[in-house]
């Protein structure tokens, strides 16, 4: 039984088995009280283990951390304050030691620049198995919102012809070269160059367009070489789309989703939780409370652009009109202007991605940003350009070979329709929710430049 069901169980006479790791051990006289934790939940549970069972000096008494051991024996009430039951152990087996000499781990409060170092090892500290649970939970969430809201999941591929953002950042997907002094991606084995996809949003408007509704969850790859808190080499996307959509129900729909999401968590999470508001962010639940309890304030670019100009805050990127929002932009506006989640839309044409839908003004676009406070950009979004002869002349002004995106193009001669969507940043909402500073430690193996 998992520790998780074991510590929700009453005392009972009926003989049991337990397995898990151990996480510490202290000794009395001719009794050692080991706690075990089998990753199912944050609290462990204390075995107690008397003088007179079998290998008793040959087994319990060598026990480290990190070993892993399954216990025989009942669930006894316990007299020790904080914990209302404890096993008490008949028998052991110990499937595997973990030498105290050599293991990484021990009965202190490592570093989270520590455990990066050993990537295979930290999901057994508390904090990153907190993290990990939430994670889990948040996956479950989204399917169950997009499953309630009449939503078609689709695989998008991961391999991908298609730069959707124009940055030129994708990782490229090359194969041993035919021939001697050949460069290594040729013969391409597409037939012409393929990457690691930066979204799946391009692939999704296709099916948004045959089923309606769809959305895509999974790996996303940017070949960006950037070391800060907020980057990854390779990270996971939320992306619905949807016919028949503008950028308003756009909007609508993500404050649904964000809400959605945070509330399940504060429902669900309840002791991950306490973990991070203890030692990571005091004001935690009282931000993620704030964020289901009011509406998301909404302003345009424009009128961002001139707050921030009219601040009298010093930034270290100078904004105006035309230049793209950074991190410092987006919090200030978040945090210190509005006070919570922000959405602001209709950016320049000139900053925003080829597939976004033109305003009438010929200036901006029908794009939108939800900002959070501590994190900045937490979702982008836009109503597509769903007009033949305009997305055309976006194309051709970022210098998009049409041919390339011929099929995309079909989308528009064939049964064109409104639509939009939007992409979630999934360890960036996570590093919300937890509290977690560095992006790093919100992914199971965080892929960086340098350190695969």
Same mark, same amino acid.
């Given at each position: ?15 049991? !088995? ?67 039951? !404890? ?9 595997? /030691? ?81 021939? !001697? ?7 391409? &084995? &597409? ?44 990270? /996971?996307?939320? !992306? ?80 105006? /009109? ?31 991605? &080829? ?51 011929? /099929? ?45």
């Amino acid at each position: 039984m998992l520790i998780k069901k074991i510590l929700k169980t009453s005392p009972t006479a009926e003989i049991m !088995e337990v397995k898990g790791w151990v996480r510490t051990r202290r000794d009395a006289k001719d009794l050692s009280f080991i706690e075990i934790n089998d990753g199912s939940c944050l609290k462990n549970l204390q075995v107690v283990a008397q003088g007179d069972m079998d290998n008793f000096e040959s087994l319990v008494r060598k026990l480290t951390t990190g070993c892993a051991v399954r216990f025989t024996g009942r669930l006894a009430a316990s007299p020790a304050k904080g914990q209302d039951v !404890e096993f008490q152990a008949e028998s052991v087996e110990v499937y595997g /030691w973990a030498p105290a000499e050599s293991y990484p781990l021990q009965k202190k409060r490592h570093s989270f620049e520590f455990l990066r170092d050993i990537p295979h090892l930290r999901p057994r500290t508390n904090s990153i198995g907190a993290v990990m649970r939430i994670r889990g939970q948040l996956v479950t969430a989204v399917n169950r919102f997009f499953e309630e809201e009449d939503f078609v999941q689709i695989h998008t591929p991961v391999i991908s012809t298609s730069d959707c953002e124009g940055a030129g950042e994708m990782f490229i997907v090359t194969t041993p070269g035919a021939g !001697e002094g050949e460069p290594p991606c040729a013969p391409y &084995f &597409f037939g012409r160059p393929a990457g690691l996809t930066v979204s799946g949003q391009l692939e999704a408007e296709a099916y948004a367009m045959a089923l309606g509704r769809v959305y895509t969850f999974g790996p996303t790859f940017r070949a960006e070489n950037s070391h800060t808190s907020r980057h990854l080499a390779e990270f /996971w996307m939320v !992306e619905p789309e949807m016919a028949f959509c503008d950028l308003r129900e756009d909007i609508d729909l993500a404050e649904k989703f964000l809400k959605f999401l945070i509330a399940d968590v504060l429902d669900n999470c309840h002791e991950d939780l306490e973990l991070f508001t203890k030692f990571v962010d005091k004001g935690l639940r009282h931000r993620l409370e704030a964020v289901t309890g009011r509406a998301f304030t909404r302003t345009t670019y424009s009128e961002a652009v001139e707050i921030l100009e009219n601040s009298g805050k010093k930034f270290e990127y100078p904004i105006s /009109w035309g230049s793209d929002l950074q991190a410092e932009h987006e919090r200030f506006l978040s945090e210190e202007i509005f006070g919570g989640p922000t959405v602001v839309t209709d950016y320049p044409a000139s900053i925003k991605p &080829f597939y976004m839908r033109l305003n009438d003004e010929g200036k901006t676009v029908a794009a939108m940003d939800v900002l959070f406070p501590s994190i900045g950009e937490i979702i982008g979004g836009s109503q597509r350009e769903d007009r033949y002869e305009v997305l055309e002349k976006r194309m051709a002004a970022q210098n998009i070979d049409p041919a390339a995106y011929q /099929w995309y193009l079909d989308l528009r001669r064939y049964g064109s329709a409104p639509h939009a969507g939007f992409g979630l940043g999934f360890e960036r909402l996570l590093q919300f929710v937890t509290g977690m500073t560095n992006i790093r430690d919100v992914i199971a193996f965080p892929r960086t430049a340098g350190r695969a």
